[in-house]
């Protein structure tokens, strides 16, 4: 969906211009609204700064309970692109301005993020050939980070805090049951902390013709065992459909071996696949806090809705994996 | 379907189809963009509405026998009792229990997601495609 800077857009853009310092803000486009946030890109003129395509992320207060909050988002996009890891130029943010929410302004990357078109079309063939190993080397960047000056959530007990979000909702799942005994059992030995990007998959990454361009929305980062995100990029929903584990593209042994060399650190396949199996079972649980966004009335949405029912394609997805 | 009720037909399922039928034809014919997308979603919503209210009731008896096969009531027995530990000289058991009601769901939220997972299905009513509400949270 896009608009443009119609007047339906001129209060933002005006708020924009005012928050941004800039001479003018132009062809504000909507690219996607969701219940926790939105997303615009627009044509920036400053004084003496040629005109630019930049992108607005609003959040919407309260929107999601886990996020973090714009300004931890800014400072991990300045201390990545330090890193070496493929982000956006954090351009600034703030918490209101007139903007109408939290909001974050970064330079707009050229891309895809559309899984399907990134695995199916042939403009990204190349891309595709390349993109397990570039997300090794983008992932072994973000967890080289030292994130101890931001404030970011992390968990004492991983599977007691989704286990207490799953009974916070009253509905009885025994093959997410099955999952959690499972899990428990095999917790891998948590060794190395850090910085844990935790939503790195297709939808999330702005993929060029010659491979991964960018990492986007870090409003899920958290302190915790790095190999969650290697593991997140293999589930299966994560795949859209692709043949092989690593998002629909890449064998486990090429994700390994590339995070292996550019981080140093060798992960043993086990602990690659708890970690999916973690993803698996976190992915179902998300799909039930959507639904449940659209049953309790906070943001009452079809899209939502539909959702709930997907939970039953993670609880096969996990039983395969557990069993 | 409407057998010990007292509706004339089109019966609830032959309803939600033909409400599908309308969204899915006419309007997503007349609509593009996020509509269109929205469009997809609702008739995937109401093909498993119209599943569910075929096969729920035949469904619901398979349930009720495989989970009093184990002891239990309901799944809110059975989970509780996964989570004490109570099963896990069961695991087998009880593992084939939930695959089998995991299934039956999948039968009517998404049967073409049982194809792909190498699940066999036989063909049912409507059609299960590529669930577009596989966007991102």
């Known amino acids: 969906m896009a608009h443009d800077s119609s007047d339906d857009t001129r209060p933002l853009a005006d708020a924009l211009c005012r928050a941004l310092d800039l001479a003018e803000v132009a062809d504000v486009r909507q690219l996607s609204g969701g219940a926790s946030r939105q997303t615009f890109t627009f044509t920036a003129t400053g004084d003496d700064l040629p005109a630019r395509r930049l992108v607005l992320q609003r959040e919407r207060p309260g929107g999601t309970e886990r996020a973090v909050g714009v300004a931890a988002q800014a400072a991990i996009l300045r201390v990545a692109a330090r890193a070496g890891a493929p982000v956006p130029a954090l351009v600034d943010h703030g918490d209101d301005d007139g903007i109408g929410g939290p909001w974050l302004v970064t330079e707009h990357v050229e891309g895809e993020t559309i899984a399907r078109r990134i695995l199916r079309d042939e403009e990204y063939r190349d891309a595709r050939s390349v993109l397990t190993v570039q997300c090794a080397a983008a992932l072994a960047a973000i967890h080289r980070i030292d994130c101890t000056s931001i404030e970011l959530p992390e968990s004492d007990d991983i599977l007691l805090d989704w286990r207490d979000l799953m009974d916070g909702y009253g509905h009885p799942h025994p093959a997410f049951e099955l999952a959690f005994r499972w899990l428990a059992d095999r917790r891998p030995p948590s060794v190395r902390r850090g910085l844990v990007h935790g939503d790195f998959r297709l939808g999330n990454l702005i993929v060029d013709g010659s491979g991964l361009a960018a990492v986007l929305d870090w409003e899920l980062a958290h302190v915790g065992d790095p190999i969650e995100d290697l593991g997140w990029l293999c589930v299966n929903a994560w795949r859209f459909g692709g043949s092989e584990p690593v998002a629909g593209v890449g064998r486990y042994d090429e994700l390994l071996d590339a995070y292996e060399t550019a981080s140093g650190v060798a992960v043993d396949p086990a602990h690659l696949r708890w970690w999916e199996t973690f993803g698996t079972l976190r992915w179902g649980l998300i799909c039930i806090t959507q639904s449940e966004a659209h049953r309790q009335g906070r943001h009452r949405s079809v899209e939502l809705a539909a959702i709930g029912r997907r939970v039953c394609e993670n609880e096969l997805d996990l039983l395969e994996l557990v069993t | ?137």
């Open chain 2, 1 to 137: 379907m409407t057998h010990g009720q007292p509706h004339d037909t089109p019966t609830a399922a032959e309803l939600v189809e033909a409400a599908r039928e309308f969204i899915e034809g006419e309007l997503a014919a007349s609509v593009d963009g996020r509509l269109a997308f929205l469009c997809r979603v609702t008739a995937n919503v109401l093909a498993t509405a119209q599943r569910e209210l075929v096969l729920g009731p035949a469904q619901a008896i398979a349930h009720a026998e495989r989970l009093g096969s184990l002891g239990f009531g309901d799944d809110v027995e059975l989970a509780a009792a996964i989570r004490s530990g109570e099963l896990d000289d069961r695991l087998v058991d009880v593992t084939a229990v939930v695959r089998a009601a995991v299934i039956d769901k999948l039968r009517v939220a998404n049967p073409a997601y049982l194809e792909r997972s190498g699940v066999g299905v036989e063909p049912e009513v409507g059609h299960g495609d590529d669930n577009p509400a596989g966007a991102a949270p």
